[in-house]
């Protein structure tokens, strides 16, 4: 593996681009277009009496009322859009953090892109960056992740966790426009976005869960697998691995949610595999 591909840098360089993908319902569906739709007052029936009382003055024609619409933007314009609508989806505070850069949209669909084809985006997700430095445990054969490193992104799982499902999947279908103009951006002007969606979450289900130590091999500046089929891993999975195995059960969990909200079939989808 090299330098670039490594998840475990001395630097700290990793810093988890997954999430990006987690993020697939969430920043993708947020730049959308949504209808608010107010009905008439309905008039409460006239008591029966034996007598009735004198008629009263004939009531003015009812007036429809308007129904607000908020337009699509285009997107180059979607990103104040997203920003704003993202309250809707998550009430964790460090969630905001994610949405500073610009071209958002366009990020979402190279990051899921790059998921799908099983390579390592972290060169797009800079707010992803835990603050913490990657660090080891032991020496010699019995080098290993230590628990800290994987620490550094317990945050991301609980924001990751807290997403609405149904929220996220909705916005996701509305704002299909705009994913598709991204896509076409990209090379691939027929679309098939959501075929690159389905491949993007079925490599992150198919990472192992590992409730075992792993073993490292130093190299001059980053770590392999010890373990030869952790390492033929695919790089963005090598870098869910990193997050540890209670992080990334809360990431699959949610997305598992995410995709049948979509109305992505489970028994197309991978299996987490729990590895002891």
Same mark, same amino acid.
Request: zero cysteines; a negative charge; hydrophobic letters at 40%.
């Given at each position: 593996?090299?330098?670039?591909?490594?998840?475990?840098?001395?630097?700290?360089?990793?810093?988890?681009?997954?999430?990006?993908?987690?993020?697939?319902?969430?920043?993708?569906?947020?730049?959308?277009?949504?209808?608010?739709?107010?009905?008439? /007052?309905?008039?409460?029936? @006239?008591?029966?009496? =034996?007598? &009735?009382?004198? !008629?009263?003055? $004939? *009531?003015?024609?009812?007036?429809?009322?308007?129904?607000v619409e908020f337009v699509l933007p285009t997107?180059?314009?979607?990103?104040?859009?997203?920003?704003?609508?993202?309250?809707?989806?998550?009430?964790?505070?460090?969630?905001?953090?994610?949405?500073?850069?610009?071209?958002?949209?366009?990020?979402?669909?190279?990051?899921?892109?790059?998921?799908?084809?099983?390579?390592?985006?972290?060169?797009?997700?800079?707010?992803?960056? /835990?603050?913490?430095?990657? @660090?080891?445990?032991? =020496?010699? &054969?019995?080098? !290993?992740?230590? $628990? *800290?490193?994987?620490?550094?992104?317990?945050?991301?799982?609980?924001?990751?966790?807290?997403?609405?499902?149904?929220?996220?999947?909705?916005?996701?279908?509305?704002?299909?426009?705009?994913?598709?103009?991204?896509?076409?951006?990209?090379?691939?002007?027929?679309?098939?976005?959501?075929?690159?969606?389905?491949?993007?979450?079925?490599?992150?289900?198919?990472?192992?869960?590992?409730?075992?130590?792993?073993?490292?091999?130093?190299?001059?500046?980053?770590?392999?697998?010890?373990?030869?089929?952790l390492e033929d891993l695919l790089p963005v999975?090598?870098?869910?691995?990193g997050m540890g195995p209670r992080n990334v059960?809360?990431?699959?969990?949610?997305?598992?949610?995410?995709?049948?909200?979509?109305?992505?079939?489970?028994?197309?989808?991978?299996?987490?595999?729990?590895?002891?």
């Open positions: 593996m090299t330098p670039d591909a490594s998840p475990f840098r001395p630097g700290g360089q990793y810093f988890g681009p997954l999430i990006g993908v987690v993020t697939v319902a969430v920043v993708a569906g947020l730049a959308s277009y949504l209808y608010f739709n107010r009905s008439e /007052p309905v008039e409460e029936p @006239q008591p029966v009496v =034996e007598a &009735p009382p004198p !008629a009263p003055p $004939p *009531a003015p024609p009812p007036v429809d009322e308007p129904v997107l180059d314009d979607s990103d104040s859009l997203v920003r704003d609508l993202v309250a809707a989806l998550t009430s964790h505070p460090a969630f905001a953090a994610w949405l500073i850069p610009d071209d958002l949209v366009r990020t979402f669909v190279v990051v899921t892109e790059n998921a799908a084809d099983g390579n390592n985006p972290a060169e797009h997700l800079p707010p992803l960056r /835990p603050t913490q430095r990657f @660090q080891t445990a032991g =020496e010699g &054969p019995q080098l !290993a992740i230590d $628990p *800290a490193s994987h620490a550094r992104y317990n945050t991301h799982a609980e924001i990751v966790a807290s997403i609405n499902p149904v929220g996220a999947a909705e916005l996701y279908r509305r704002l299909t426009p705009l994913i598709t103009e991204a896509y076409a951006e990209l090379g691939h002007p027929d679309g098939g976005f959501d075929d690159t969606l389905r491949r993007a979450l079925g490599n992150l289900l198919e990472t192992p869960v590992l409730e075992r130590s792993l073993t490292l091999v130093p190299r001059a500046s980053f770590f392999e697998f010890a373990d030869a089929e999975q090598k870098q869910f691995l059960r809360a990431v699959q969990a949610s997305l598992l949610d995410i995709a049948r909200e979509l109305g992505i079939d489970a028994s197309s989808l991978p299996v987490p595999e729990v590895v002891r």
